[in-house]
């Protein structure tokens, strides 16, 4: 009884362990090359991409780079209103 009652709290935590995963967040953001393509592609890209940069509250990181980011420009398109 004792070994059978062992056997199966050995296998329920062996079971219980597995089901746990890790604890790495597998969620990853769009990375910057999108983030930048986005940004390059239209204004309004490029005004969601200012205002998710202002709105970040992680101040221990490092600024991001800009130099992948080229405004979008056009001769006919109205001002936009930001």
Do not use: H, W
Not at 10 to 26: E, M, W
Not at 40 to 52: D, H, N, P, W
Request: proline share 7%.
């Amino acid at each position: 009884m004792t070994k059978t009652l062992l056997r199966a709290a050995c296998v329920g935590f062996a079971l219980l362990a597995s089901a746990c995963g890790s604890s790495r967040n597998n969620d990853t953001g769009p990375t910057q090359q999108q983030e930048d393509a986005a940004a390059s592609g239209s204004v309004a890209g490029l005004i969601g991409f200012a205002q998710g940069e202002i709105a970040r509250t992680d101040d221990a990181s490092e600024p991001r780079p800009l130099a992948g980011i080229n405004p979008p420009v056009s001769d006919v398109d109205e001002p936009a209103a930001i």
